[in-house]
């Protein structure tokens, strides 16, 4: 019914930059606030950066000044744009967004299947 795709993830060296992005497809109706999250290995899943309908953003302390996140809402889509990468930012990030389809009245989370983004010399 709703799917979202993300892309972007790789291999990338300290200091390096990565762009994620992710796509939103389906019967959607209405899209509210998108999102990234991630989740390193044997951690538990992160909120790394929210943008909501009109623009307002907010980022995770461990990311505010290296990451930047938006959207475009008329293609459905999320970007995370991540530079200064260090090591700690390896992870598995996926995309979140809250969306009403055309079936239904309720507003409820998707999820994405997830991107791998390493940060390694």
């Known amino acids: 019914q709703v799917q979202l795709v993300e892309s972007g993830g790789g291999l990338v060296q300290p200091g390096g930059s990565l762009r994620l992005s992710c796509v939103a497809s389906g019967s959607i109706f209405r899209i509210t606030t998108m999102g990234w999250y991630r989740q390193a290995p044997e951690k538990q899943r992160e909120l790394v950066a929210t943008i909501g309908s009109g623009g307002t953003t907010n980022y995770a302390d461990s990311v505010k000044g290296r990451f930047t996140i938006s959207r475009d809402n008329a293609k459905n889509t999320v970007y995370l744009q991540m530079n200064s990468l260090k090591p700690e930012d390896t992870a598995v990030y996926y995309c979140?967004?809250?969306?009403?389809?055309?079936?239904?009245?309720?507003?409820?989370?998707?999820w994405g299947q997830g991107t791998q983004a390493t940060v390694s010399s």
């Open positions: 979140n967004a809250n969306i009403r389809t055309t079936t239904s009245s309720l507003l409820r989370p998707y």
